[in-house]
């Protein structure tokens, strides 16, 4: 059969997270399948790059399907933005080699947390921004972000307490900048954890207000445990921004 991949982006805030669910039908992914599969006349199951949490948003989540029929892909796309609610976006539709596979062939991602780190509204990017008033050291969150960098054992940043397979990723890059009174925290890595960019944020910001300090990062990750990172900040502030698929970027 053909395969096809399709690249989304969404605001995250009213949905239950990517991954379809047997006690609710209000996922992304399940809102996704039931309207292509009316538009094509058959049954239609995707695969994504990663599971984005309730909550959270994509500028490009990358999907991929199958179907008997060989799709004119513009006129699929258009008939697809058409059915869809205005906070899901198809962004391109296109056809793709036989093995290609949204989530096994990506070779990573990169996710932007934004923190609004300011006593002042922000009315217009509210579903976007986690509200973190407190002042911050970005110095000491930089250094800490540099001793995360690498490929570790990242089991202290997974949500899962259940997870049996193994938790090592490498982190690329972690890049904190600022703009005004918002603050971003950009991660790149070849794969990512239930949780683990949130529990990252957490952490950093944990260590910008200095109720942990910089250098205890390694002892962190030898922990292998949850209970020794910092707190889950809230998925609003996080955006998949793309996924790659020809290695590091």
Same mark, same amino acid.
């Given at each position: 059969?053909?395969?096809?991949?399709?690249?989304?982006?969404?605001?995250?805030?009213?949905?239950?997270?990517?991954?379809? @669910?047997?006690?609710?039908?209000n996922?992304?992914?399940?809102?996704?399948?039931?309207?292509?599969?009316?538009?094509?006349?058959?049954?239609?199951?995707?695969?994504?790059?990663?599971?984005?949490?309730?909550?959270?948003?994509?500028?490009a989540?990358?999907?991929?399907?199958?179907? @008997?029929?060989?799709?004119?892909?513009?006129?699929?796309?258009?008939?697809l933005?058409?059915?869809?609610?205005?906070? =899901?976006?198809?962004?391109?539709?296109?056809?793709?080699?036989?093995?290609?596979?949204?989530?096994?062939?990506?070779?990573?991602?990169?996710?932007?947390?934004? $923190?609004?780190?300011?006593?002042?509204?922000? $009315?217009?990017?509210?579903?976007?921004?986690?509200?973190?008033?407190?002042?911050?050291?970005e110095?000491? +969150?930089?250094?800490?972000?540099?001793?995360?960098?690498?490929?570790?054992?990242?089991?202290?940043?997974?949500?899962?307490?259940?997870?049996?397979?193994?938790?090592?990723?490498?982190?690329?890059? =972690?890049? =904190?900048?600022?703009?005004?009174?918002?603050?971003?925290?950009?991660?790149?890595?070849?794969?990512?954890? +239930?949780? +683990?960019?949130?529990?990252?944020?957490?952490?950093?910001?944990? $260590?910008?207000?200095?109720?942990?300090?910089?250098?205890? +990062?390694?002892?962190?990750?030898?922990?292998?445990?949850r209970?020794?990172?910092?707190?889950?900040?809230?998925?609003?502030?996080?955006?998949?921004?793309?996924?790659?698929?020809?290695?590091?970027?």
């Amino acid at each position: 059969m053909p395969n096809y991949k399709l690249t989304l982006c969404y605001d995250g805030t009213r949905y239950q997270g990517w991954q379809r @669910q047997g006690n609710t039908d209000n996922t992304i992914q399940a809102l996704l399948e039931k309207r292509l599969s009316a538009l094509l006349g058959e049954g239609v199951e995707l695969a994504a790059s990663g599971r984005t949490d309730a909550g959270v948003h994509a500028a490009a989540q990358v999907c991929s399907f199958r179907t @008997q029929a060989a799709l004119d892909c513009a006129d699929t796309l258009a008939r697809l933005r058409a059915a869809l609610p205005e906070d =899901i976006g198809a962004l391109a539709l296109e056809e793709a080699p036989p093995r290609f596979h949204a989530r096994l062939s990506c070779t990573g991602k990169r996710y932007l947390y934004r $923190v609004w780190n300011s006593t002042g509204p922000c $009315v217009f990017e509210r579903r976007f921004v986690f509200p973190f008033p407190e002042e911050l050291d970005e110095a000491a +969150m930089r250094r800490a972000a540099a001793l995360l960098l690498g490929t570790h054992d990242f089991t202290s940043f997974c949500g899962n307490p259940r997870m049996k397979k193994s938790a090592v990723r490498t982190l690329r890059a =972690i890049e =904190i900048t600022r703009e005004g009174g918002e603050l971003r925290l950009l991660y790149e890595g070849d794969g990512f954890l +239930m949780h +683990m960019v949130r529990i990252l944020t957490g952490t950093l910001l944990e $260590v910008g207000t200095h109720r942990r300090a910089a250098e205890t +990062m390694p002892e962190l990750l030898a922990a292998k445990s949850r209970a020794a990172a910092g707190f889950t900040a809230p998925a609003r502030g996080l955006t998949l921004l793309d996924a790659a698929y020809d290695g590091p970027r």
